[in-house]
């Protein structure tokens, strides 16, 4: 996903191993130094009203192989930037500066 910070989604066994046929990587779509916070404030962040929800799609590149799976996604804020954006005045409340995990969803490859 470009320019939304920290969103990422693991395929895994259901006992927690990552299941990914091809390994896990990061992307970064950023050359040369950050803009100022509250610039990244605006530009990267999704805001969610209480009750909503923001949704993605995407493949998963590799060989399915069969067997019950347990699909995660998880918000991990790189820390070093958050940690300067939660000190703005305009992100009071509104910004998560920590690892927040979704409830697990198990799927059948048959």
Known sequence: ?????GFDVFVLTLSGKNADPIGHGGVADRWGPPPPPSERFKEE???LRPGKEET???NVDGPATPGKYQIVGVYMPAYDQVH???RLP???GLLIADVV????VIIEIK
């Open 45 to 47: 962040f999704v805001f």
């Open 84 to 86: 300067d954006l939660v």
């Open 90 to 92: 305009e992100t009071q």
């Open 56 to 58: 993605w799609s995407g």
């Open 101 to 104: 995990r979704s409830a697990p």
């Open 1 to 5: 996903m470009s320019n939304v910070s």
